[in-house]
C-alpha cells in the first residue's frame, strides 16, 4: 500500500516552508523557498510556493491526500478559492486549501482547542477561534494597522524620531536612525524608509527594543503605545466570544518571542480585564496546521488559467 501523507505551508514574507505529514503526524521532509507574500508579488509569490511543494513531492513516494497553504498577503488579495485552485493547477491538480498565515498559526498554536493566537511579526493580528467560529480582530496591513508589529514599532519609532528633529528637541531615536541609514542628518532618513521593503522596516524594531531595554525614555514610550494597541485589540478579541470564553491565548511572531518587555505589557494589560487568561509562547512549525485542519474546502484546479 502506497504511503498516504499530507503537506503544509507556511509562505511567509522572507521564505515559504513545506513540511509533509504522515497520517499519524509524523514529519516525513521538507523543502524551503522563496518569499509567499502575495500582495506584495502575486506572480512571484505563486510560482516560489508551488515550486516548493513540488520540491517536497519530488523527494517523498507516496500519495499526498491534500496541501494546506498559509501565506502573507491573502488577506488583502482576497478570493483565496482562486488562490488555491491556482496553486493546484500547479502541482498536479492536488486537492488544496488556501488560508492566510494567522489562520494557519492559529491550527498550529492551539492544536486544535478553541482560543486564540496573537502574531505580532512584521505584521499583527488576533485570530480566536470558538466552537468552529473564527474571531479576527486587526490584520489590515502597516497602513491601516498591525498594531504591536515589528513595523508598526519602527514606523512609530521613525515619527517620534522626525517630530523631535523638526523640534530641534533631543530624541535618542535620531541618532539611532542616522546610524541606520549611514547619514548625517534625520531629514535624510526619510527618503531611505520609504524605499525599504516591510520586513527591513519590522527588522528595525530590535534596535529600538534594545534603547528602550537600556532606559531610554523614548524608545520606551514608543513600545508602551505598541503593546497598548495590540493588547486592545486581543481585548476586543475576547470580548467578542460567548460566555464561557476560553482562555487560552498562544502568542508567536519575532516581536512577542524575544521582546519581553512588550509582551509584559501586553499580558499585564489583558489580565486585568481577564485574570484567568493563560498565555504561552507557540514558536512550533505552523505548517503542522494540516494535521488539526477539519475544513473539508480543499479546491482542485478548475481550469481558469492556461497552462
Known amino acids: 500500500m502506497a504511503l498516504k501523507y499530507q503537506i503544509g505551508v507556511d509562505a511567509g514574507g522572507t521564505h515559504s516552508t513545506a513540511i509533509a505529514y504522515d497520517e499519524n503526524g509524523k514529519e516525513l521532509g521538507r523543502a524551503e523557498g522563496g518569499p509567499g507574500q502575495i500582495n506584495a508579488d502575486y506572480e512571484g509569490g505563486i510560482k516560489n510556493i508551488s515550486d516548493t ?3 517536497l513531492l519530488d523527494k517523498i513516494d507516496g ?15 482576497g478570493n483565496a478559492p482562486e488562490v488555491a485552485a491556482t496553486i493546484s493547477s500547479r502541482i498536479n491538480n492536488l486537492p488544496t486549501r488556501a488560508i492566510t498565515d494567522s489562520l494557519l498559526a492559529l491550527y498550529a498554536g492551539l492544536e486544535g482547542d478553541d482560543g486564540a493566537l496573537v502574531i505580532a511579526g512584521t505584521g499583527s493580528v488576533y485570530n480566536g477561534l470558538q466552537d468552529g467560529h473564527l474571531i479576527a480582530v486587526g490584520g489590515y496591513g502597516n497602513i491601516l494597522g498591525d498594531e504591536g508589529s515589528g513595523y508598526a514599532i519602527a514606523r512609530s519609532a521613525m515619527q517620534s524620531a522626525l517630530l523631535s528633529w523638526d523640534k530641534r528637541e533631543h530624541n535618542s531615536l535620531i541618532d539611532m536612525f542616522t546610524k541606520l541609514f549611514n547619514v548625517e542628518h534625520m531629514d535624510e532618513c526619510n ?13 528595525m524594531a530590535v534596535h529600538v527594543a534594545k534603547l528602550a531595554d537600556e532606559g531610554d525614555k523614548d524608545a520606551t514610550k514608543v513600545i508602551k503605545e505598541q503593546a497598548h494597541l495590540l493588547a486592545r485589540d486581543i481585548l476586543i478579541g475576547l470580548g467578542r466570544y460567548e460566555d464561557p470564553k476560553p482562555m487560552k491565548i498562544a502568542l508567536t511572531g519575532s516581536v512577542l518571542a524575544n521582546n519581553e518587555m512588550l509582551r509584559g505589557l501586553v499580558e499585564d494589560e489583558v489580565k486585568e480585564q481577564y485574570p484567568d ?4 509562547i507557540s514558536n512550533g512549525e505552523n505548517a503542522r496546521a494540516v494535521l488539526f485542519d477539519k475544513s473539508k474546502d480543499y479546491r482542485y484546479f478548475t481550469n481558469h488559467e492556461d497552462r
Do not use: H, Q, T, W
Open 53 to 55: 511543494i513540488n520540491e
Open 63 to 77: 500519495d499526498c491526500m491534500r496541501v494546506l497553504v498559509g501565506i502573507a498577503g491573502l488577506s488583502v488579495v
Open 191 to 203: 527618503a531611505k524608509f520609504y524605499k525599504m521593503s516591510n520586513p527591513e522596516v519590522a527588522g
Open 277 to 280: 487568561v493563560i498565555f504561552s
